[in-house]
């Protein structure tokens, strides 16, 4: 079991930045990709970040690509999500998520074993 938490959610203007940070209780050997998802109110939860653990290749959603990202540290069993140039349309519940079965590289949410409780970004005009 990994147990994971979010953190570094908050409110912000527009154009404006957060980082988020998401700690695994454990260590993460073993975990195929770590990624982050989103979900805003009245819409279904969207992909918005990957990184494969062992190579660090990453991969972004259409939406994000030039203003997030992704970025791991496996000696503290962590991985972030640098956002900048923030949008009113990128608030949301923000998820960080583990695949420790996934055969490849995958960025779709039922292919992640392990989830966050979530962390509110919240971007105003």
């Known amino acids: 079991q990994v147990y994971l938490v979010e953190s570094g959610g908050g409110s912000v203007q527009a154009g404006g930045s957060l980082r988020l940070s998401c700690a695994a209780s454990r260590r993460t050997f073993g975990v195929y990709a770590m990624g982050w998802f989103r979900q805003a109110p009245g819409k279904e939860r969207e992909f918005v970040a990957f990184?494969?653990?062992?190579?660090?290749?990453?991969s972004y959603a259409d939406s994000v690509k030039g203003r997030f990202t992704i970025s791991r540290d496996n000696a503290k069993n962590a991985v972030y999500l640098q956002m900048n140039s923030l949008k009113p349309e990128d608030t949301a519940v923000y998820y960080c998520?583990?695949?420790?079965?996934?055969?490849?590289?995958?960025?779709?949410?039922?292919?992640?074993?392990?989830w966050g409780q979530g962390t509110q970004v919240t971007v105003s005009s």
């Open positions: 990184i494969n653990w062992s190579s660090g290749r990453t």
């Open positions: 998520a583990a695949g420790r079965t996934m055969a490849a590289d995958s960025y779709l949410a039922e292919d992640f074993d392990y």
